[in-house]
């Protein structure tokens, strides 16, 4: 009788505890070590020459980038494209492009305004991350397509 109640207030024992609560980051089929961290890369200027389409299509382009440092935003939120010529440089992982409008008549506006995209992820067919003026206005996540260099769009 006394291996009886032994046995049972072993088994008494074993069924009121618990186990370690699991690691906030594990799910199932995880180790519980942790997440990984996305790799660190470093934004280099030929990475990004060349066309890119904001909306992957394509059919227009938003963003210009020249091997010699010349850079075109085309802004294509209103009816009419409206043309941002100028300049870009890098300052770490962020693009500051430089630029003035250009007019129908071919001439530079007067007026200059400074884009700046805020790189997120390494550049390679994909160009991802935040595009604004440098006031902060007309701000928008952007995941671009690197288009074809095609010579003739018409």
Known sequence: MRHAIIAF??????CGQTGAAPPV???AGSTGVGNVAMPAFTL??????GLWSF????????LVFEADGDGVYYDNSADVVVSHVGTWTLDGERVVLTTRVLGADGAMGAETSVYNLSVTAAVTDDLIGHFARADGAEAREIGAKRCDDVEDRE
Request: proline fraction near 0%; aromatic fraction near 4%; charge should be negative.
């Open 25 to 27: 980051d594990a799910s």
């Open 44 to 49: 280099e200027s030929e990475a990004l020459v």
């Open 55 to 62: 909306d992957r299509t394509c059919g227009l382009f938003d």
């Open 9 to 14: 207030a072993l088994l008494a024992a074993a």
